[in-house]
């Protein structure tokens, strides 16, 4: 009788552990669309940063060229950029 429960026992943890392990890939997987999305999205950032930077430097050499009073005058990645040079 006990040979019986402790066999039932091993086949009712068995499956929980399968349940379990089939979960967890699940979730690996989500995780690791998440961290690709992350890796892909600061890849943009880091694009339009640089963007931002380049007219930032255009607009620092103006300022420098023609003495043009630009007090004020940066771009910043809130705002939309229209810089035509």
Do not use: C, W
């Not at 402790?6 to 890939?25: F, G, P």
């Not at 940063?49 to 007090?71: C, E, F, M, P, W």
């Amino acid at each position: 009788m006990e040979i019986a429960n402790t066999s039932s026992r091993i086949l009712q943890l068995r499956d929980t552990m399968v349940n379990l392990n089939e979960e967890i890939h699940q979730k690996n997987e989500t995780i690791s669309k998440i961290e690709n999305e992350i890796v892909k999205r600061n890849a943009i950032i880091e694009r339009k940063q640089s963007t931002i930077d380049q007219y930032n430097k255009k607009i620092d050499q103006l300022r420098s060229k023609d003495g043009v009073s630009t007090d004020g005058l940066f771009v910043s990645s809130s705002d939309p950029v229209y810089v035509y040079l």
